[in-house]
Nanobody
């Protein structure tokens, strides 16, 4: 059974950077998509950044040019490098796995989720 564990969240000032990590255990899929989602209080969960099994990445418009998603297959680890952080980036961040490979930005296509890591950006 696949498990996802995020880390790397914290509190930073506006303009700062953080790198989130997500370690996947029990991962055996050859076709998949890994995604980062976030949810702020009172808001719906939104897709942020995605990488699929052939290395194709995609991003929400709100983070393009500031966030970079990558993966280290040898370490079974997904990363999200977040630069030029803004207060509106404040949210709980989750990594998620789509074991079929739909490569969608919508959370209903993802069937394995981590517990989340909090990111807080102050102005």
């Amino acid at each position: 059974q696949v498990q996802l564990v995020e880390s790397g969240g914290g509190s930073v000032q506006s303009g700062g950077s953080l790198r989130l990590s997500c370690v996947a255990s029990g991962f055996t899929y050859s076709t998949y998509c890994l995604g980062w989602f976030r949810q702020a209080p009172g808001k719906e969960r939104e897709g942020v950044a995605f990488i699929d099994s052939d290395g194709t990445t995609s991003y929400a418009d709100s983070v393009k040019g500031r966030f970079t998603v990558s993966q280290d297959n040898a370490k079974n680890t997904l990363y999200l490098q977040m630069n030029s952080l803004k207060p509106e980036d404040t949210a709980m961040y989750y990594c998620a796995l789509d074991t079929v490979g739909y490569s969608s930005h919508y959370d209903e296509y993802y069937n394995v989720w981590g517990q989340g890591t909090q990111v807080t950006v102050s102005s």
